[in-house]
């Protein structure tokens, strides 16, 4: 972003430079280009109608980088016809914080509103951060900041409880090929040059810059500034440009289509073939072309039940640590988190036991959804129930010597139907022998 001195304005008409970097000649200068964040400025959303009816007040814009905080803001000063004035948490001390409030108080008297952004709010300390309180609550000010940290740890109470936090999501790769489509064609960016780049260099540039726009457009501008100019003025990318711009090989990887699919297919049968080696190859594969770590954590914990079961009782759980941890750190580092269960499952010894028993019993309940509960296993909460048998026979199993009563669960149909057949495999070889004299015991078959 290019910083405005402390005494600066921006207005509405004011463009960037052709010589300005590519990130900021397309910023959207009104919201009709402002590309993500359906959910705060989409149809009805709350911020769209606080700027469609100019009731803007003090607001922190709390997301990643790269996602529109200060383009957003800039977009509300103009659209309110607002003074702006751009604060830098490292270079703005007390005296010029003050020297601004008064300036603001000024216009406020002729009837010009001061929006004042400072960006990185939480780098301002706790003294810097209480020079703007009673001109915010006086309304001298309207107060955007924006924050890659979390407000509530980062922002004084008091301050805080003066503004209303938005928070802004990381930009889709949809998002991000879009601004990159209407880059090569609007005159601020490429527009005025004839480019020849296939939509899938597009899309590659936009998972790897990760939910970012200024990483996606400097990506963009670095790959057109290298590729090859052709006599006629045009310039030509091709992949082995964007390789080098990128600083790693552009992986044939699409999340919506065939290859999606087809890597985690090569994931999931590489560990049920006990293939760790291949398994963490395809794992890497998908998470260096910017698959989301969680949907792959998502398809480990199916695994860890529709393959391993209670062959291993512990690969659910691992798997769903994987998953939180995941979640806690996300890329690069949850890498190894996603390996080491990877792995561990790979090498797990190996049931279906579970999901076979689900499935079948599946097949008998969508044929059978009216079949009764037995009387002796219905709830009797009333006397009319009681009256009607409802539970009548039912054994406590912790009243027997066994712990396990005799008497039978499933409907008179399907008494002798066996849906969980355990193998020999790990611990499911304990589970088969206890299910085996459990069943035998119910059945009075143990004499």
């Not at 400025?41 to 529109?68: H, N, T």
């Not at 010009?112 to 301002?124: A, N």
């Not at 609550?137 to 509530?152: D, F, M, Q």
């Not at 860890?304 to 750190?329: I, K, M, T, W």
Request: proline share 4%; net charge negative; aromatic share 8%.
């Amino acid at each position: 972003m290019d910083q405005l001195s402390l005494f600066d304005t921006e207005t509405e008409n004011s463009l960037a430079p052709a010589t300005a970097p590519l990130a900021d000649r397309m910023r959207p200068r009104d919201l009709e280009d402002y590309i993500g964040q359906e959910h705060l400025l989409g149809k009805g959303m709350i911020l769209r109608q606080m700027l469609e009816r100019d009731q803007i007040c003090s607001m922190i814009f709390w997301g990643p980088p790269g996602v529109g905080k200060t383009t957003l803001a800039r977009i509300i000063a103009n659209r309110t016809k607002s003074s702006f004035v751009n604060f830098s948490a490292v270079t703005s001390g007390i005296k010029e914080i003050k020297d601004i409030m008064k300036q603001a108080e000024d216009n406020r008297a002729y009837g010009i509103r001061t929006l004042c952004f400072v960006d990185e709010i939480h780098r301002f300390n706790k003294a810097q951060q209480d020079a703007f309180l009673p001109y915010v609550e006086r309304g001298s000010i309207t107060l955007i900041g924006a924050t890659t940290e979390n407000p509530s740890f980062e922002i004084n109470a008091a301050l805080l409880s003066r503004c209303k936090v938005f928070v802004l999501k990381e930009l889709t790769a949809d998002n991000l090929t879009e601004l990159l489509a209407r880059t090569l064609k609007d005159k601020r960016g490429f527009g005025n040059t004839d480019i020849h780049m296939e939509g899938s260099l597009l899309e590659t540039i936009a998972v790897f810059a990760n939910g970012d726009a200024r990483t996606a457009l400097n990506t963009l501008e670095m790959a057109v500034l290298n590729g090859a100019i052709s006599p006629d003025g045009s310039i030509t990318v091709t992949s082995d440009t964007l390789e080098q711009c990128l600083g790693k090989k552009t992986l044939l990887y699409d999340k919506k289509g065939e290859e999606h699919y087809n890597l985690i297919s090569a994931l999931h049968k590489s560990m049920r073939n006990s293939d760790p080696d291949a398994a963490v190859y395809w794992l890497a594969r998908m998470l260096e072309a910017g698959e989301d770590p969680l949907f792959i954590a998502r398809r480990l914990i199916r695994f860890a039940s529709e393959d391993v079961g209670l062959a291993d009782s512990q690969a659910l759980p691992l798997a769903v640590a994987a998953y939180q941890a995941c979640h806690f750190n996300g890329m690069p580092e949850c890498n190894l988190n996603l390996a080491q269960t990877v792995i561990y499952l790979s090498l797990a010894p190996r049931s279906n036991a579970v999901y076979r028993a689900y499935e079948t019993a599946k097949q008998d309940a969508l044929r059978q959804l009216a079949e009764p509960v037995p009387l002796n296993i219905r709830n009797a909460p009333t006397q009319l129930m009681e009256d009607l048998h409802y539970g009548q026979g039912y054994v406590y199993a912790h009243d027997t010597e066994e712990k396990i009563a005799r008497m039978t669960c499933l409907p008179d149909s399907l008494k002798d139907r066996r849906y969980y057949l355990p193998t020999e495999e790990g611990n499911e070889g304990i589970f088969k022998d206890r299910l085996q004299k459990s069943r035998a015991f119910r059945l009075g078959d143990d004499a």
